[in-house]
């Protein structure tokens, strides 16, 4: 299970995160809606430590992971796709999936694994593998994101707005694969920030709620715990 007890985070000067406490629990999806600003793509960064705390605790399992850099969350099992995909241009596909494996010295044997299971979820990565990351349309880059992301996750699995962007055709593709994902993959504890969470109606276990960077508790009768975005 990842937890956050009371994480603060300012950015410039301004607090964006406030008290933010939560359970990301294995086999479970967890949604995180808010409007933009809201918080949601920084409760990630700070979970990844790509942004730093002024407070509070983010633990995996029995494990704090305090100040280790972020190549040592990877390495702990968890696998991040942010919102705007960042691929490297330069790559091929293939080259872009493999990356965070060759940070890890994965052996060969164990990448070759993890990219048979990954393109067995995703066949249309492996038809696309040599190409040019650079040269895929914003759809099919958010797919190489979720694979490159896949490549590391063995505990939680963070995608940042998915459906940002995406053609409705293309947001029905990728709904379909996430709950194809929680199939194959039940033991994930997966975390999905979006800002109208629709599509995720059919997987998601739990639904959070943030505004101004606060998670609203959820009323006693209420069967969904909800987290509020600044």
Known sequence: MLSLDKVNVSIEGVRVLREVSCNIIACKTTVLIGRNGAGKTTTLRAIM????????????DADDLGNIPVYARARAGIGYAPEDRRLIPELSVEENIRLPALAL????????????????LLPELHVMRSRPAGGVSGGQGKMVALGRALMVARKVLLLDEPFQGLAPAL??????????????????????????PALLDRIADRTLQIERGEILLPSPKDVRAHVHEV
């Not at 947001?171 to 109208?196: H, N, Q, V």
């Open 49 to 60: 430590g790509l942004i730093a705390r002024d407070g509070g605790s983010i633990r995996l």
């Open 105 to 120: 010295n994965l052996g060969r044997v164990e990448i070759a694994r993890r990219l048979d299971e990954i393109y067995a």
């Open 171 to 196: 947001a029905l593709d990728y709904a379909r694969t996430l709950g194809e994902l929680r199939k194959r993959r039940p033991e994930l504890a997966l975390l999905i920030t979006e800002s109208s």
